[in-house]
């Protein structure tokens, strides 16, 4: 099954290191479809773009780098706060079969411009 932008995965992000992404957490794949697909081909170096959740109640203040989604808008069971300044590359293989939600283009387009803001690509 194709990696789709806008989907959520459960991924595992490995040991703790300072203060990048650790453990297990959802993931929002924020790379476009045709990078995706080409990204699931044998022999390629592309890689999948992400932006790594945590649990909304571990996060009182919002920044303009946090895109807050209720549960009901990404089909976890808690809501989550995707970080646009933690965005990483993951290969294919390290993706689950399967989504465990997808958020709706409202919330991808405020994790696209979460990320523009990270980066200082103001429009």
């Not at 976890?76 to 294919?92: G, H, Y």
């Not at 689950?96 to 990320?115: C, F, N, T």
Request: hydrophobic content about 40%; proline content about 7%.
């Amino acid at each position: 099954m194709p990696i789709r932008q806008g989907e959520v995965y459960f991924l595992d992000f490995g040991s703790i290191d300072g203060r990048e992404p650790a453990k297990e957490r959802p993931a929002l794949v924020v790379s476009t479809n045709l990078i995706n697909a080409l990204a699931e081909r044998e022999h390629t170096i592309l890689l999948i773009t992400v932006m790594p959740g945590t649990k909304g109640s571990n996060k009182l203040r919002d920044y303009p780098t946090d895109v807050r989604v209720p549960a009901s808008h990404s089909g976890l069971p808690q809501e989550t706060i995707f970080r646009a300044f933690q965005i990483t590359s993951i290969d294919s293989r390290r993706f689950p079969q399967r989504p465990s939600g997808h958020v709706s283009d409202e919330y991808l387009a405020k994790a696209q411009a979460a990320i523009r803001f990270a980066l200082g690509l103001f429009q």
